[in-house]
């Protein structure tokens, strides 16, 4: 939570100000526009590669200058601003389509992020580039003040007393450009009145005085910024939401009488002063945090009383790759002793999630860095016995746990890998065929002979189109019977998918489904792998 307040506090700052200008110039519309540009330049730049925020400022500082290029006042400057915002969405519209047939399933978070803001999932990085825009944009804005209030209150004055009408207007817009940018990663880009136009809007009800109003008006965006940090890290709802409800009751009260308004806002910013951090457990156990229920069954297995542990994913219907933290996530990291995250890119989030939530003294378990596995490699780790008994051997050790993870190992894991031994018995090199990857680190250990094209599985895994090639071997083995069974994936049934599986039936050929977490969501780790095992001996034939 710490870096989304400090990076929440200097967004809103630069928000509040600029956005005092914003409504004063009656250019609500184009801080509108603008945050419809940040949706398409963040995928844009995304999809070319690029930092996701780079897009956002580059697009945005791009548009404000063709606006202040098409358009002058009134009429011709709507008119320019309608034209482009019209065009600039069509772009974001191809760029979503491109993205999301190009990348993995994890490409609707990032249009979710981007839309609506992912405040608690900010990086370090992010923090330092998005805070040091801000306090420049404040910085910049506090020069500029008082020719900018000139201009805004009486143009035709301004210009003849040689106030460089041209430049200045540019320069606003892109100070715009930058705020809105900036203020997309807090309530996205939906959501941008909240903090750009909502809080000046405030400040002009409560006072006429602009110095005055300019004050409020910052002072209003950090407090409806920081009560909505505060308000979703304890009530387990979006931040942006908060943040926006907050900002319209405080509209709503300003547009009441002084007093009970001043009275309002006071309560409100009462509110901004609650303690962050979350309550210690009293229960004396050690909190643990597993990102995937399926390493959160063995954590709680090996650490018995030791330990509490929650799981992050438990719902066998999400997607980890496409996962979006909540507040209660981050609640959750925040309070955690010991966190386990899978790595080598599978859950991104949950690493996102860690950096953004730093606690001193807590201890990290990722996976793939255990296993020696990076990012490109199949992550599927939970489906290799050999992995878990690493896993089990070093979550005990940093739990101080070695007997629980001893009787886990020999006991708990005993039918688990009596059927991997049945399996290797009875089958060894029987030829199998998969639909994905999350299949490939199984044959070795029961000695089956996987011949499904490598590049097939991942592209399934990854949610791309197999080569025309690897799909004509595919195809040629079900068609001719070169395998024995075909394992699918049934969270993951693309109509490639169902089409594979109606092939590999119609020739008689056995299909096992497996899942990628744990089916029933109850499960224990063992019981869930053990029964997808039997179903793959009983297809072999045993």
Not at 156 to 179: I, K, N, S, Y
Not at 352 to 362: D, I, M, Q, T, Y
Not at 499 to 522: C, D, F, N
Not at 526 to 542: F, K, N
Request: hydrophobic fraction near 50%; proline fraction near 4%.
């Amino acid at each position: 939570m710490r870096n989304a307040f400090i990076a929440g506090g200097c967004i809103a700052m630069a928000a509040g100000l600029v956005g005092y200008f914003v409504v004063l110039r009656n250019q609500v519309f184009t801080a509108d526009a603008l945050g419809h540009t940040a949706f398409t330049g963040s995928l844009g730049g995304v999809l070319a590669g690029f930092n996701l925020l780079a897009g956002a400022f580059a697009s945005c500082v791009a548009v404000a200058l063709a606006i202040g290029t098409l358009g002058g006042r009134g009429r011709g400057r709507d008119v320019a601003i309608g034209t482009v915002f019209a065009w600039v969405l069509g772009v974001g519209v191809l760029f979503l389509s491109l993205y999301t047939t190009s990348r993995s399933a994890a490409s609707g978070a990032v249009g979710v992020s981007v839309l609506f803001g992912s405040i608690l999932s900010l990086q370090p990085q992010q923090v330092v580039v998005t805070s040091a825009a801000a306090l420049a944009t404040c910085a910049v804005v506090a020069i500029v003040a008082r020719p900018l209030l000139f201009l805004s209150v009486d143009p035709d004055v301004a210009r003849t007393r040689g106030v460089p009408v041209r430049a200045l207007t540019a320069l606003f817009l892109v100070l715009v450009a930058v705020t809105v940018a900036e203020s997309v990663q807090a309530v996205g880009a939906l959501l941008i009145f909240a903090l750009v136009v909502t809080p000046a809007a405030i400040a002009q009800n409560l006072s006429a005085r602009p110095w005055l109003g300019l004050l409020l008006s910052a002072l209003i965006a950090v407090a409806v910024v920081w009560g909505g940090l505060v308000l979703s890290f304890y009530l387990s709802y979006p931040a942006s939401f908060f943040i926006t409800a907050l900002a319209f009751a405080g509209y709503l009260a300003s547009r009441l009488p002084r007093a009970t308004a001043l009275t309002m806002a006071a309560l409100l910013l009462c509110a901004c002063g609650l303690n962050g951090q979350p309550a210690a457990s009293g229960s004396g156990k050690l909190q643990v945090v597993a990102a995937e229920n399926f390493w959160g069954s063995i954590a709680s297995q090996v650490a018995g009383d030791r330990a509490q542990v929650t799981s992050i994913i438990v719902n066998p219907a999400t997607d980890p790759h496409d996962y979006e933290p909540t507040p209660s996530d981050a609640r959750a990291i925040a309070s955690a002793q010991y966190v386990i995250v899978n790595g080598a890119g599978y859950d991104a989030w949950a690493t996102k999630l860690l950096e953004a939530n730093p606690v001193s003294g807590r201890k990290v378990l990722t996976i793939g860095d255990l296993l020696g596995k990076r990012e490109g490699d199949n992550p599927h780790f939970w489906y290799s016995a050999d992995y878990v008994s690493r896993v089990v051997d070093r979550i005990g050790a940093d739990l101080g746990a070695a007997g629980g993870a001893a009787r886990y190992r020999d006991v708990g894991l005993k039918d688990y890998r009596d059927t991997i031994d049945a399996i290797r018995q009875k089958h060894a090199g029987a030829k199998v065929g998969a639909t994905e990857s999350i299949f490939a680190y199984l044959p070795q250990p029961t000695g089956l002979d996987l011949v499904t094209p490598p590049g097939y599985l991942n592209a399934i895994s990854e949610g791309g189109d197999p080569t025309a090639a690897d799909k004509a071997t595919v195809e040629n083995q079900i068609a001719n019977r070169l395998i024995q069974v075909l394992v699918f994936n049934s969270q993951n049934s693309t109509p490639e998918v169902q089409s594979l599986v109606g092939k590999a039936t119609a020739r008689g050929i056995p299909v096992v489904q497996i899942t990628e977490t744990m089916v029933p969501a109850s499960a224990t780790f063992q019981a869930w792998q053990t029964a997808q095992l039997r179903s793959l001996l009983h297809a072999l034939g045993d």
